[in-house]
C-alpha cells in the first residue's frame, strides 16, 4: 500500500507542471484563464480513467504487462531520440556534453537495472 500511494503521489506531483505547460500557452494566446485552467486538468483526466480501466482488466493485463512496459519504454525512447537529441546538437558547443550526458545516464540505468533485478 505504501508503494501505490508514493507511486500515486509522484504522478499527483507529476501532472501539475504537465498541466501548466498545456494552460499557460492557452493563456498567452489570449484564452481566458479560467478555460485554459479547465483545458489543462481535462489534459490530464485520460490517467485516472486509464487507472480504473486497468484494475477493472486486472486478470486480463496482468500477463500482458511486460509488453505494454516495453512499448510505453519504447515511446519515451522514440521521443528522447526523435525530439531532444537533435535539439541538443543545434546548440553546437553543448552537442557532445549532451550525448555524454545521456549516455551517462542511459549507462547508470542499465547497470542499476541488472544489479537491483
Not at 61 to 81: D, H, K, Q, R
Amino acid at each position: 500500500m505504501a508503494a501505490a500511494l508514493a507511486l500515486a503521489i509522484g504522478i499527483g506531483i507529476q501532472n501539475f507542471p504537465e498541466g501548466a505547460i498545456i494552460s499557460m500557452p492557452l493563456k498567452s494566446e489570449g484564452m481566458r484563464k479560467s478555460k485554459a485552467f479547465l483545458c489543462g486538468v481535462l489534459s490530464g483526466i485520460v490517467e485516472p480513467i486509464a487507472a480504473i480501466i486497468t484494475i477493472l482488466l486486472t486478470s486480463l493485463i496482468v500477463p500482458a504487462l511486460p509488453y505494454l512496459l516495453a512499448f510505453a519504454a519504447g515511446a519515451m525512447i522514440y521521443v528522447v531520440v526523435d525530439e531532444l537529441i537533435p535539439e541538443s546538437q543545434n546548440i553546437c558547443h553543448l552537442s557532445r556534453y549532451g550525448m555524454l550526458g545521456l549516455t551517462l545516464g542511459f549507462l547508470i540505468m542499465m547497470i542499476l537495472d541488472v544489479s537491483l533485478g
